[in-house]
């Protein structure tokens, strides 16, 4: 594997860890932002932390970090590409660009 291949793993690792957090604070009302997101598009601060942790599951998950065989769908970089942009998107501001970061990598 390359370096910049491990250095994307590593980065989607931090990346999605760093989403659980967000999502498990968001979920207990005190959410914490390193970065800004997009807001929360009318959805209440439950549901948003779902999502947050959903992505970022996936996230891990695609990128061979945890073994939840429903939610990998390929060691692709286009799919935790699109769930690194989701967390952005749903309040992970450093985690969703970390795993952003991380796919692109892989891709080079």
């Known amino acids: 594997m390359s370096d910049l291949k491990q250095l994307g793993s590593l980065?989607?690792?931090?990346?999605?860890?760093i989403g659980?957090?967000?999502g498990i604070l968001m979920i207990l009302g005190s959410?914490?932002?390193?970065?800004?997101?997009?807001?929360?598009?009318?959805?209440?601060a439950l549901i948003s932390g779902?999502?947050?942790?959903?992505f970022s599951l996936?996230?891990?998950?695609n990128s061979g970090a945890i073994h939840i065989s429903a939610l990998n769908f390929g060691n692709t970089w286009v799919i935790v590409?699109?769930?690194?942009?989701?967390?952005y998107v749903f309040g992970s501001g450093l985690g969703g660009i970390l795993v952003i970061i991380g796919a692109i990598?892989?891709?080079?």
């Open 81 to 87: 590409l699109v769930m690194g942009i989701l967390m």
């Open 31 to 44: 959410p914490f932002h390193i970065l800004p997101g997009l807001g929360d598009f009318g959805l209440g």
């Open 20 to 22: 659980i957090i967000q």
């Open 50 to 54: 779902i999502l947050l942790i959903l």
């Open 11 to 17: 980065l989607v690792l931090i990346g999605g860890i």
């Open 105 to 108: 990598l892989w891709l080079i």
């Open 58 to 61: 996936i996230a891990l998950a």
